[in-house]
């Protein structure tokens, strides 16, 4: 009879255990005809099921002894177990059938039932009669249980399946009376006889009104639910479910396994994934709607089929499901995951690879002998040299996710660009390609959004600097060391005003000059003055005229860059306007009279010459008022020179006044006088800073901080265009949901503004001089002090933000390292260097450090701030692709386990691997096989390589292979799965007649 382990492991299969054959009592139709019915049936696994017999059974395989099914001797039985129904006064009669294994010799089987007793004497001869093992034979479930287990022949090699709610089921044993032997019999089964899928979802303990606890409570395990034909005509078809009208319907009982014994025990270990009942399970629907989506199988090759002792002649079919390639270190193994990816055209980068590296397999040539091909589902073959390189134009086949890139994305600096640049694909994966609006990746997509967000938020932050910078010269003015220099000043103005001294006064002649002199000194005195006042004022017009030109200048750059933005605007947006068909004239124009520039420029420096003249050195007094000064100074000196001994010396002191008094006004100065070169200008200095300046710094600061919540709401209007992004992807997360949370391990996304944990300590940091008094003394005291700072502040709103940049600034200006906190002049905190202060301000004021991100947060742990260890990190990356990539072309994972413990890896990647198996094809090379057996890997592809002539050899089967279950171990070294799982279960494997492994998957 034929066994099989498939090599391309555990895949769906039709089984129908639940068929009668003319050995059980009413069955209609011959042996032949019932042969004949099993071989045309489109089941693999048939199980031929009689009254207390295996004679059907029997016949069979000596009727059919090469028949291309498989067919398992199933008994079943009426249990002598008196029960109440709930429905009714009557009794409620029970059967339960028994799954044997087909390598147990048929005669043992046979001999057992004949030895049954029944009304106090053996079966015996009368197990040939099949009405009297229908109408008299029932038996004590627990006594046939116990006589199986207490047989070594059948221990571990028979399976129990319980009737619920069909005939002879246990649904209708009153729970009152009889709940505990109810629930005895269903913890003492290993199938429920049921399709009902209410009741497949209970004992898979899916019921939303049942807490898991209370299923604990009841049932030692889930349990799969099994449904046959119930076949008693050879006329019936083998495989088809009966309807509620007894008739045959679509539905079937499909298996995912090989078609043996130990592959129906392995549904008992997984009976969520491993059984479906309806017309054809989900998987096999995408297979058949995605075929070039499915790798069937890898062929690897030398190109010369005649070369000697090969690294590779191989060819290994591939399951659709999870394959996991094990092996010792040095076996072959990612040089099958590297060899799909190169033929798969992944886009990974080769540097990465494991084995067709430069360094390796590629050096000298090795790998120009061999060749990939690989094989879809399709039935299309590609095949790869396996020294070709990628051609990354071409569509992806594969994504691969090479061990080396992952160590690159876990590089403990959080979340890295790397990894950033994965982030950004998979969401960008989920814009419809109408909405984005010709871009291709998020970020070109996000800057074209938030374009006019980001150009507002660099506008704000010049003003902030702008008003960084009045209030650094504010503050300048508050240090001791001004104030210390206008006081010396002062009192260097006062002493100099002191020390000036008045001329000794001369009394006017009584001899004076003749009329006519009189009158030619005052004249000359008179013009003097009006041209020294002249020239004063000819002096400030000028410097006005200097200043508009200045402005002109200015202005005629700016408006040359308004027409540079306005033409390159036209250009940018030309292909938009004319697909909207929108007239750029009528949308906006722009209109600059350079004339108007031009005859004012003009003007202006036709002004300046002209001043220019005026205040020459050179010339004539008739075009220079210089000249013209001169000249009436020298014509006063002729006169002033003529006068008398008296009257020369009269002249002399009134000059000498005059230039006292000249001094003295620029020593004492005027009132409004900002020159803090004079005595009033420094005395109002000096009561402006101590009584003033505080209130000018509070008010500048108040429109400072204006300006930083300007900018933050600029970044909240920013988080808009990111939902909206996002929303595509928001929806997928938000119906896998309810997925997640039964994982016990839930990724979310949102948007927000996050704060940059990771760099911001070590930039603030680098504005301060650490080896100071004060409170951020010593690195690592400085460093704790920050982080506590960050961790103790509200970073989520625009008050708490403006208050963290509030105690940072107080950690400056205070010790707080110290009892007291004594005060600090901020200056000494920072590191000696020009515009120190105003870059800090500038950093913490421009809010650099915060942005507009996705939040992704896994099982409460938030991704940016980096509160995951490396391991995690890697995880979640594949977690990632595991959950909401959406590209569904296979997924190839080189040690996805790789920095994670155990149970890290149980608890954070078995459910979600588990559940991306079911949507598309995973391939995992792993060094511990423990992470198959936990996934529930479709297919094992063991990995050998023979040291002396490296040769890599290749074999494959399902983890319920015997043989593969041994590679498993041999991989292992011996010793056990060391994976814990909460159902409290262990995975058992038939190695050999004398030795049960059990492979422990449980605490």
């Not at 707080?816 to 301000?841: F, R, T």
């Not at 994670?900 to 198996?917: C, F, G, W």
Request: proline share 4%; glycine share 6%; with cysteine.
């Amino acid at each position: 009879m034929k066994i099989t382990n498939d090599p391309k492991g555990s895949i769906w299969r039709k089984w129908d255990l639940h068929v009668h054959s003319p050995a059980s009592f009413s069955y209609k139709g011959t042996y032949d005809q019932f042969v004949d019915q099993i071989e045309k049936s489109d089941c693999d696994v048939v199980g031929i099921n009689d009254y207390c017999s295996v004679e059907g059974y029997k016949q069979f395989t000596t009727k059919a002894p090469n028949s291309n099914k498989v067919v398992l001797p199933v008994v079943e039985f009426r249990m002598t177990n008196a029960l109440l129904n709930k429905n009714s006064k009557n009794g409620q009669r029970i059967n339960f059938h028994i799954v044997f294994s087909n390598e147990i010799d048929i005669l043992d089987i046979e001999n057992f039932l004949k030895s049954l007793i029944v009304n106090g004497s053996q079966i015996s001869s009368k197990y040939s009669d099949s009405k009297f093992l229908y109408e008299n034979v029932a038996v004590d479930f627990g006594r046939t249980k116990e006589l199986l287990e207490a047989n070594p022949t059948f221990r571990g090699k028979y399976l129990i399946w319980m009737p619920y709610d069909e005939y002879g089921g246990i649904d209708n044993i009153d729970p009152v009376n009889d709940q505990w032997f109810k629930q005895g019999l269903i913890n003492d089964s290993h199938f429920i006889g049921s399709s009902n899928q209410k009741q497949i979802d209970f004992f898979l303990w899916k019921d939303d009104k049942v807490k898991e606890e209370k299923f604990e409570e009841w049932f030692k395990d889930k349990k799969p639910c099994l449904k046959g034909s119930d076949s008693h005509e050879h006329t019936y078809p083998i495989g088809a479910i009966r309807d509620e009208k007894s008739q045959p319907c679509e539905r079937c009982c499909w298996i995912k396994a090989d078609p043996t014994f130990e592959g129906l025990r392995q549904v008992v270990n997984e009976p969520e994934d491993r059984i479906f009942i309806g017309k054809m399970p989900p998987k096999l629907l995408d297979i058949e709607s995605n075929k070039s989506h499915y790798i069937n199988a890898i062929s690897l090759k030398p190109v010369d089929s005649t070369q000697k002792n090969p690294w590779f002649d191989n060819e290994i079919p591939i399951n659709p499901g999870l394959v996991a390639i094990i092996g010792k270190k040095g076996s072959g193994k990612s040089a099958q995951a590297d060899s799909m990816a190169l033929a798969g055209k992944s886009h990974a980068d080769s540097n990465t690879y494991s084995f067709l590296r430069d360094d390796k397999f590629r050096k000298k040539g090795l790998a120009k002998q061999y060749e990939a091909i690989l094989t879809w589902e399709d039935g299309i073959s590609v095949k790869s040299n396996l020294d070709d390189q990628v051609n990354l134009t071409e569509p992806e086949q594969v994504k691969y996710l090479p061990q080396k890139f992952v160590e690159a994305i876990c590089d403990g600096s959080g979340v890295n660009q790397l990894f950033q640049q994965e982030i950004d694909k998979v969401i960008f994966s989920y814009v419809p390609e109408e909405n984005r609006n010709s871009t291709s990746n998020l970020k070109d997509l996000i800057r074209l959004k938030t374009g006019l967000i980001d150009r507002n938020v660099e506008t704000l932050k010049q003003k902030v600097s702008e008003q960084n910078g009045s209030i650094c010269k504010l503050e300048n003015k508050k240090l001791p060391i001004y104030l210390g220099s206008l006081k010396r000043k002062l009192e260097e103005k006062q002493r100099e005003l002191k020390n000036l001294v008045k001329p000794k006064k001369v009394t006017e002649p009584k001899s004076k000059p003749s009329k006519d002199v009189e009158d030619k000194i005052s004249a000359l005195n008179k013009s003097f003055e009006e041209v020294e006042k002249l020239i004063g004022e000819k002096q400030l017009v000028l410097k006005g005229v200097n200043q508009n030109i200045t402005k002109v200048q200015n202005l005629e750059i700016a408006l040359g860059s308004l027409q540079k933005q306005f033409d390159d605007f036209l250009s940018g947006y030309k292909e938009d306007l004319t697909f909207l068909g929108i007239d750029p004239q009528k949308l906006i124009t722009i209109k600059i009279d350079e004339a108007l520039i031009t005859q004012k420029k003009t003007s202006l420096n036709l002004e300046k010459d002209s001043l220019t003249i005026l205040l020459s050195e050179e010339g004539d007094a008739k075009t220079s008022l210089v000249v013209k000064k001169k000249g009436i100074q020298a014509d006063l000196k002729t006169i002033v020179d003529s006068l008398d001994k008296e009257n020369n010396a009269f002249r002399e002191y009134q000059k000498a006044l005059k230039t006292y008094q000249t001094k003295r006004g620029l020593i004492e100065g005027v009132d409004d006088d900002t020159s803090l070169t004079t005595i009033k200008s420094l005395t109002g200095e000096i009561e402006y800073v101590q009584k003033k300046l505080d209130k000018d710094i509070e008010t500048s600061e108040k429109l400072r901080d204006q300006t930083v919540e300007q900018i933050y709401d600029e970044l909240l209007k920013k988080i808009s265009f990111y939902e909206e992004i996002y929303a595509p992807l928001a929806k997928v997360i938000s119906d896998k949901e309810e997925k997640q949370r039964k994982t016990g391990s839930v990724l979310n996304f949102d948007v927000g503004i996050v704060f940059d944990k990771l760099n911001f300590p070590i930039d603030f940091l680098s504005f301060i001089d650490q080896s100071r008094d004060g409170s951020f003394q010593g690195k690592a005291e400085a460093l704790i002090r920050v982080k506590e700072t960050i961790a103790n502040s509200d970073l989520k709103t625009k008050d708490g933000v403006v208050n963290f940049i509030k105690e940072l600034i107080e950690c400056l200006r205070v010790d707080k390292s110290v009892k007291g906190n004594p005060i600090k002049l901020l200056d000494d905190q920072l590191i000696k260097s020009d515009g120190k202060k105003l870059e800090l301000y500038n950093y913490l004021y421009g809010l650099k450090y915060l942005e507009v991100k996705y939040n992704i947060t896994f099982n409460g742990k938030d991704l940016n701030e980096n509160e995951f260890s490396p391991g995690e990190i890697g995880a979640l990356l594949l977690i990632f692709y595991l959950l909401i990539d959406k590209d569904k072309v296979p997924l190839i994972i080189d040690q996805p386990e790789e920095n994670l413990d155990n149970e890290s890896v149980y608890t954070l990647l078995v459910p979600y691997i588990k559940q991306a198996k079911k949507e598309r094809q995973i391939i995992i090379v792993t060094h511990n096989p423990n992470l198959a057996v936990v996934c529930d890997a479709e297919q094992i592809i063991s990995s050998e390589m023979d040291k002396h002539t490296y040769e890599i050899r290749y074999t494959s089967g399902s983890i319920e292979n015997p043989a593969t279950n041994k590679k498993i171990l041999d991989v292992l070294e011996g010793t056990l799965p060391a994976f814990q799982k909460r159902d409290q279960k262990y995975l058992k494997r038939t190695i050999a007649p004398e030795k049960e492994i059990q492979m422990q998957t449980t605490p």
